[in-house]
């Protein structure tokens, strides 16, 4: 539709037009029934799983799409004609890439063969199309990809460029793939190869290290990897360091699911309240950018509450319970409900809990919690918000602007 805003005062060729897309065809194929489309346009609605032709609603004895040559040929030189009209001409599109051309380029990584080129080929055949991508993915090169991984036998302090170039090119080509819309398998790592992913993550250039954190992150969401991360120095340290690239929101994404895989086991929590994440985390909420990002931040809190050196750190940064407290009624439902859990946790069993409870109440806790009520958030919000508005009553029935007993019977019994 985009094309056609721009050709909306040039006549353009009713069959030059995709009938799914409406659009000028860049890559015209034609179906069993004689129907052509957009090759991105039928490819789509094949993998969705349709059976039949668009335009006809025939049933497809074939799914096979054969390349109109001639209308191809036909759209480039319309498109030549009207270039003063500003029409450019459509690209000769490329063939896609065949099953048995990525078998081949994957059996040559696995045995050593022009390795260098074949990463380079694999990289340059997902960035031509989404088919591309998600055949390499579904042929396992994501493994094969992982298996290159290794440092170098030589001094990693100061490794050769060459590697660490292709080290970074191959960490690049796995995040690239990995973005394919396919259910991702579930792929390895030795410890050599996490080793080297680590290194990256730690001593690699903004873009080498947030490419280190999607993959390590996606491995250790399907491994038991995850509880030796605490022994590697470094790595939740660089994680924590990220989260504090606010101008590149892609580090900070990355950031975040890494540490809220990672934060599963107990020990993984210590090591990230120790590498002052509780801090990263608190702070970075005020100015949260996305939904995701900020639910994916609160989740991590949440984790980090379920412990006492995340409980202590978190009731002792100054800004942790205004922030939280000023989340609710903003925020998503998800959003709120952790940040609920989070002023439960701390309320109930922090050390300091009384503490706690007294500040919830002086910066206007108590009230936004009794509206909370009559929203429509999740029974687990409601449940912990009534638990934690009885441990606040008492602190609040003593203050100063206290409507006092008679106005909270009209909001309902807690």
Known sequence: MVLLMRLQSIQVPSFFLCPISLDLMKDPVTLCTGMTYDRSSIEKWLDEGNLTCPATNQLLGSTVVTPNHTLRRLIQDWCVLNQSNGVERIPTPKLPARPEEVKAMLEDLKYGINVHETVRRLRSLSRESDKNKRLV?????????????????????????????????????????????????????SSRQMACICWFLKNGQIEAKVNAAVVLESITSSSDLKGSIADLEGVIETLVQLLKEKYYL??????????????????????????????????????????????????????????????????????????????????????????????????????????????????????????????????RTKGKAIKLLKKLRPIWNECPCSPGERALSSVGSI
Not at 291 to 315: F, K, M, N, Q, V
């Open 137 to 189: 993915v579904e042929s396992g090169a994501v493994q094969e990809l992982v298996s290159l991984l290794v440092l170098p036998e030589n001094d990693c302090q100061s490794p050769k460029r060459d590697w660490v170039e292709f080290m970074e090119e191959i960490l690049a080509t796995i995040v690239l793939i990995s973005s394919a819309d396919v259910t991702p398998s579930s792929y390895t790592a």
């Open 250 to 379: 892609k580090a900070v994404k990355a950031s975040l699911r890494c540490l809220l895989t990672l934060c599963a086991t107990r020990r993984n929590r210590i090591r990230t309240v120790e590498a002052g994440g509780v801090a990263a985390l608190v702070e970075f909420l005020p100015g949260a950018e996305t939904r995701g990002t900020l639910e994916r931040a609160l989740r991590i809190l949440e984790l980090l509450a379920s412990c006492a050196e995340g409980r202590e750190a978190i009731s002792g940064h100054a800004l942790a319970i205004p922030v939280l407290l000023k989340l609710i009624l903003r925020a998503s439902v998800t959003s709120i409900e952790h940040a609920v859990v989070v002023l439960y946790m701390l309320s109930e069993y922090s050390v300091n809990a009384s503490d706690v409870r007294k500040e919830i109440v002086q910066v206007g806790g108590f009230p936004r919690l009794l509206l909370l009520l009559q929203t429509e958030c999740t029974q």
